[in-house]
């Protein structure tokens, strides 16, 4: 049997009973997380994407978050995932960023069959997992090539559609014109893309392509077996060590910031406690960390507008340090003019971390190692962790009580703090949901 068909057969097969538990349990904390950032993201662009919904309009199958509109399962997923993207406060992990768009589609074709929590967390852990295999195989470390391709596998195993049938829709899928975000390879002068990882467009391309292989559209099987020169296919028919099941390492964020750099915010505040520091007493702060973080949109100390803000590390560590609250607070307007906040990004460099570049091309993430140099009252203080121990990675997960806030943070101002705390009780609960569609009314 081919590689493709391996795959297919795997995602058809997973039974949620089978599942590592680890990977349910992140699982359903990454469907807790992306509906709050998801919320999150409605004051940054929901306005424009409801009205663009409302324009384009579709068969009512599936619920834009806070809008109280339904539209397409299609759109549905799309505007709900890239909403999830806009603080840069969503997940990551293997395949970096898969989340939003990967809870989305399972949740809005989850609506259009009504599935069960059971079969969408299911259908979630095994398509994350086969996504991560991707990630894993890549040789030029593309991050998204594959990625609409696993949210076509999810919706096929929703649809309920056969192994040729999911076999046909990766086919379609491998001809769509994915392409990597702007944001990973900025132009100069720098431009922030609004966009970010394309959520939108990826959730379109996925459910796209297995709705037209339901309807009998597609002549390309066995897409995987013709790209040996882009995947190690041999590594991809298992999951890789040495997590036993990518799921497991789902990543959270404590901070609206790049992942792999909120090790300098955690080592900064343990440095600062641990040595009876405050922020005003800090000189210079200097984080050691892989050379992406060295890209003009993320090396920023002096961000002017909302979105150079979420991209900005200096921005992030500094809000950080000065422990204002994680979220919106962030980015407004007072806040990026605010000059205590301006002066400590400034005091704050970043310079690449040789052996973190190495392990982050290798896509060891839990390896990328985080460095501090923290200087305060004519001495330095230096601290060291690798992000495998840093709040919200798998070696030490956000505590339940984190994870609650940063929900009620974000949903509360959209549908209220008691009605929040009814949908973060049912998702904590997904397994006893009977449909999608219950799930949905308390969006």
Known sequence: MGITNRLVEELLSADLADIPARA????????????????????VSGQEFIAYAHDVGGTPEAVILGGGLRTSGQLAAGINAQLARSLDFEETGPGIHIGPSLVHTVLAIGQRVGATGAEMLATACVTYEINGRFHYARYDGD?????????????????????????LAMGLCWGYPVRQSQLLNPPEPKRISHVGMGNLFLCHDGIQAALLSSIGYGEMPDELERRTKEYDIDSMAASPEPF????????????PSSRLSQGGIQLSLELMKEHGLSAGDIEQVTVHLPDIYLRPHQYDPAPRSFWEGIYSVQWGTALGILGVEPGHEWFTEERL??????????????VEDPEGS?????RRFHEVPNTVELRAGGRTYTKSAL?????????????KAMLDDKFHRLTDPAIGHG???????????????????DLAELF
């Open 387 to 399: 992000m495998y121990d840093i709040l919200g990675s798998p070696g030490r997960p956000m505590p």
């Open 358 to 362: 190495r392990v982050f091309a290798a």
């Open 24 to 43: 349910r349990e992140r699982m359903q904390r990454l469907f807790i997380d992306t509906v709050g950032t998801t919320y999150g993201g409605l004051p």
């Open 143 to 167: 991050i998204q090539r594959h990625i609409n391709v696993c949210l076509a596998m999810a919706t096929c195993r929703l649809l309920g559609l056969d192994a040729e049938t999911t076999n």
């Open 419 to 437: 009605r929040a705390g009814v949908l973060l009780e049912a998702l904590y609960d997904l397994t006893s949901i009977s449909n999608a569609n």
């Open 337 to 350: 003019a605010d000059p205590v906040a301006r002066g400590m990004a400034r005091r704050i460099e970043i």
């Open 244 to 255: 036993g099941y990518t799921a497991g390492e789902i990543q959270l964020k404590p901070w």
